[in-house]
């Protein structure tokens, strides 16, 4: 009765389980459900409670010197579109997400992430005004992690190089990836990094890349792949993490592989 209980169990866990390898990160969250809206911490949560890899969140600094999470550079308050940058927190705070939440701080956002229970945090750093204020968010958010003993839990992403630059610099365990597409493997292997984050088009262009970046013991990603044929080519590449608005959509394709 035990080994009959047993291989159904087993059974039921291939059934669930990824055996191609790839892990699944939803873009700002699974936001494309009831009550969610993109980098909101309900997106956050519903992440966890579908067990993906993980979860990504796009964050700036204030004016004033907080962070606080957004995808766009410009909010919009009132009628009237705000830069993030230039706007003091007291503002920003009044601002709504579509589902009603309060535009949130990092801090509310990884106090948050503390209570998942099976997700990391994609930390995405959006390029700044200046090298000084890039840094000064990069210290604070790094800052609150350590506070929070959260770092084996988050990774970081960016599009600008001094981020990139300053994540090694402040923490040399620190998963970190470059998102902008532009350099090869070699050359990120120079700066100490992780990986590569590329769009999948770059990918289709230097598949090759992906066979370099593993040869060299860097992990691969890959954004943002929605649309069914794209999770299968980017499937058949080989990455190690695929992001995604459609995090169920690509959990059915990898099961069947």
Aim: charge should be negative; hydrophobic fraction near 40%.
């Amino acid at each position: 009765m035990k080994q009959l209980l047993f291989f159904f169990a087993f059974i039921l866990l291939l059934g669930s389980s990824n055996l191609t390898g790839q892990e699944i990160i939803a873009h700002r969250g699974y936001w494309k459900t009831d009550g969610s809206a993109q980098n909101s911490i309900a997106a956050l949560m519903k992440a966890d409670s579908i067990r993906l890899f993980g979860s990504e969140v796009d964050v700036w600094l204030s004016s004033d010197g907080v962070p606080v999470v957004n995808h766009d550079a410009d909010v919009t308050l009132d009628g009237k579109k705000l830069n993030v940058q230039d706007t003091p927190f007291d503002t920003l705070r009044k601002v709504k997400l579509s589902n009603g939440e309060t535009l949130p701080t990092m801090e509310e956002y990884l106090d948050a992430f503390a209570q998942c229970r099976h997700i990391k945090l994609i930390i995405e750093f959006k390029v700044h005004k200046s090298k000084d204020r890039e840094s000064l968010l990069a210290e604070k958010v790094m800052a609150m992690v350590r506070e929070r003993g959260l770092q084996e839990k988050v990774e970081y992403i960016s599009f600008g190089i001094h981020f990139v630059q300053q994540v090694r610099s402040i923490d040399p365990q620190a998963p970190v990836y470059y998102l902008n597409g532009d350099l090869s493997p070699q050359v990120l292997a120079t700066m100490d990094l992780s990986g590569f984050d590329y769009h999948y088009n770059v990918l289709y262009k230097h598949p090759a890349w992906v066979r370099k970046a593993h040869e060299l013991g860097q992990k691969v990603n890959v954004w943002t792949v929605n649309k069914q044929e794209d999770i299968l080519k980017t499937i058949d590449l080989k990455v190690d993490f695929i992001t995604t608005d459609e995090p169920l959509l690509v959990r059915e394709i990898l099961q069947k592989q």
